[in-house]
């Protein structure tokens, strides 16, 4: 029953005219960009700091710096941001970002022409522990309607959703809570709760959003962690009312047999992924993504053009993101910076006519 009238529900509200969300904006450029054979590309947290940067003063800062734009000469058309600390109403986020600064961002970057993407790694509400703390398998449960923390989450939520609505209708946001929920690296994960739970957990979250909080503009990514073939993929997925897009985060990891086998594996697994993906997508009719990749500090100097292009090129997807060049951090980048020797084939890759970023 819920499930008929949640899908019979769209953005048009009364008897009026049905009216266009920036979600449906959203919707069409996503659809015309894989009906082109065109993959957007994003990069995490890239307007607010950078490799050995970030913004000070916010408030007067015009926002033009970005590593992506350094070397490639353009923004990239997705920008990536993390709500880790919202729910506490913490002034800045889990990896130093003012909200204030978060919110000109996402809002400039959607003026720009870009698109905007929010991730969220919440403390433990069970635990006060932060969202890998992975010491009990109760924190789902507890935060459900009729658990011990089910309030509390219920104002971490609101938090949340203030937040994004404090961003604005017309800035339309790829949302994807709840995210790599196959691995137990979060107290969200795969052996922290049971599928029920985990889908309940996103369901209540949409619904909260959605319904109670009346947000038009969120576009909802379902972006398990990879390497887990479709049956599992599919284990906790939370039903196609609340689901847009089908992402997949996928990250190349080197092992004791070295680089050149690391990149190899990584190519052969995204191609395996993207294949799974592909049929659901076709089967669900959502769009998908390669919701985060990337390769920590980028050792290999042709990466982009030699590994991430040729695993995702043959491939439908929207976007692929890489994850956050930390200000704090020298060797925790996933994304070129002006000075960096591998810089040149980021270039390369960002010239390919099949690969777009934001032209202003
Ligand atoms: C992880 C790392 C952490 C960061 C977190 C949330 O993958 O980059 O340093 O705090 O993402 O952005």
């Known amino acids: 029953m819920l499930l008929t009238a949640l899908a019979l529900a769209c953005s048009s509200c009364g008897s009026g005219e049905p009216v266009e969300t920036s979600k449906d904006r959203l919707t069409q450029r ?25 913004v000070e003063d916010w408030e007067a800062d015009p926002l033009d710096r970005s590593d992506i734009k350094d070397v490639a000469g353009r923004y990239p058309m997705l920008m990536g ?46 635990t006060g522990g932060d969202a890998w703390d992975i010491s009990s398998d109760q924190v789902v449960k507890s935060i459900l309607p009729g658990g011990e923390k089910a309030a509390e989450f219920n104002l971490w939520l609101r938090r ?42 996103y369901r209540h979250t949409w619904l909260y959003f959605n319904k109670e909080r009346g947000l038009t503009n969120l576009y909802w990514c379902y972006s398990p962690n990879g390497n887990c073939g479709p049956e599992a993929y599919m284990s906790r997925y939370p039903g196609d009312e609340f689901v847009d897009i089908l992402g997949v985060d996928t990250y190349e990891y080197v092992g004791p047999d070295g680089l050149e086998e690391a990149g190899v594996r990584y190519s052969q697994e995204i191609r395996e992924q993207l294949t799974y993906l592909t049929a659901l997508s076709h089967e669900h009719q959502k769009l998908m993504c390669l919701s985060e990749t990337g390769l ?17 090129k043959d491939f439908s997807i929207a976007y692929v993101l890489t994850w956050r060049n930390a200000w704090d951090k020298p060797g925790h980048f996933y994304g070129p910076w002006k000075g960096f020797e591998g810089a040149s084939d980021f270039k390369a890759f960002s010239e390919l006519e099949d690969i777009f970023f934001l032209d202003e």
């Not at 790599?180 to 979060?186: A, I, R, T």
């Not at 980028?298 to 995702?312: C, G, Q, S, V």
Request: charge should be negative; glycine fraction near 10%; proline fraction near 6%.
């Open 296 to 312: 920590e500090g980028i050792p290999d100097f042709h990466w982009w053009t030699e590994r991430l292009y040729p695993a995702i």
């Open 81 to 126: 941001f993390d709500l880790g600390g919202i729910e506490l109403a913490d002034s800045c986020n889990l990896d130093g970002v003012p909200f204030g600064l978060m919110r000109k961002a996402a809002q400039l970057h959607a003026q720009r022409g870009g698109v905007v993407t929010f991730s969220w790694h919440p403390r433990n509400p069970l």
């Open 30 to 54: 996503l659809y015309a960009w894989v009906n082109n054979g065109r993959i957007a590309y994003g990069h995490q947290d890239d307007l607010v700091y950078g490799h050995a940067w970030k």
């Open 160 to 201: 949340a959703a203030d937040f994004i609505d404090s961003i604005g209708p017309d800035v339309p946001i790829i949302f994807r809570p709840w995210h790599e929920n196959l691995g137990s690296w979060f107290w969200w994960g795969g052996r922290l709760c049971s599928a029920q739970e985990y889908q309940e957990l």
